[in-house]
């Protein structure tokens, strides 16, 4: 079973940053594609940005595009999402996600395992 531990989650005032990490239990961890999503309340889950496999191919959505970045320590078994330049809009529960595959994906149905989250609040 592979298990996903996310942290870096708080509370910080808009235009700050944080940055979240996952680590991954799984030995396999550099042999699939990885995600970050979040959910606020009262809303679907939403994919934020997902990283292949292969490091160099990743896909950041349309609202949180030059603001943040995904990358991986696959020696480390470990997913980070850089967040700057934080909105009000980006309060939600914060979740990594391992993928069925190598591809990178930002559809909730192409991971099969996922972190308990960590909260983001941005306000002032």
């Known amino acids: 079973q592979v298990q996903l531990v996310e942290s870096g989650g708080g509370s910080v005032q808009p235009g700050g940053s944080l940055r979240l990490s996952c680590a991954a239990s799984?030995?396999?961890?550099?042999?699939?594609?990885m995600a970050w999503f979040r959910q606020a309340p009262g809303k679907e889950r939403e994919g934020v940005a997902t990283?292949?496999?292969?490091?160099?191919?990743?896909y950041r959505a349309d609202p949180v595009k030059d603001r943040f970045f995904i990358s991986r320590d696959n020696a480390k078994n470990t997913l980070y999402l850089q967040m700057d330049k934080l909105k009000k809009e980006d309060t939600a529960m914060y979740y990594c996600?391992?993928?069925?595959?190598?591809?990178?994906?930002?559809?909730?149905?192409?991971?099969?395992?996922w972190g308990q989250g960590t909260r983001v609040t941005v306000s002032s």
């Open positions: 990283i292949g496999a292969e490091e160099i191919f990743t």
């Open positions: 996600a391992r993928g069925r595959s190598a591809w990178p994906s930002l559809q909730v149905k192409d991971y099969s395992f």
């Open positions: 799984d030995s396999t961890f550099s042999a699939y594609s």
